[in-house]
């Protein structure tokens, strides 16, 4: 039997897919079936910092069937179209981030958890001297943290 809930999740899933699929082409990527199932869940809802791993794990969970390659793969696919924006907490701890505009973040040493420090909270007011032909991409912040023991 078909309920009106069925109805309107069907709706919505619908909704959110042609939304997503839109958001895709806009940034020259293809909408596929992979690419649709990680956005899904990366953008369905509040602004969030994934790992690849944690990532996969989300989606096996949902009853995804997908590789963890092809989860990296598709993160740096988005972030390279502007999508994420790459969180590098250490040379083996990369986030990604689904916030993409200018701001920082708290990483809690002990349970990896990342927290946004909105911009215009942090002043940088000395900055080293540039070598020749160089301009200032960016600055971020990354302020590691853990509990007062």
């Not at 040379?91 to 927290?115: A, E, I, K, Q």
């Amino acid at each position: 039997m078909i309920t009106m809930e069925k109805v309107i999740s069907h709706t919505r899933q619908n909704d959110s897919t042609q939304t997503l699929t839109k958001k895709l082409r806009g940034v020259g990527l293809r909408a596929t079936r992979q690419r649709l199932d990680i956005g899904n869940l990366l953008f369905s809802g509040k602004d969030r910092h994934v790992t690849a791993e944690s990532l996969h794990d989300e989606a096996v969970a949902a009853g995804i069937r997908i590789s963890l390659a092809t989860i990296y793969n598709a993160l740096n696919q988005f972030r390279d179209a502007g999508l994420l924006r790459e969180v590098l907490v250490d040379p083996s701890r990369t986030y990604f981030d689904t916030n993409t505009s200018s701001h920082h973040h708290f990483f809690n040493v002990d349970n990896g958890h990342l927290t946004d420090i909105p911009h215009d909270e942090i002043s940088v007011s000395c900055l080293p001297t540039l070598p020749e032909g160089q301009i200032i991409d960016g600055v971020d912040v990354l302020i590691r943290i853990k509990p007062d023991a």
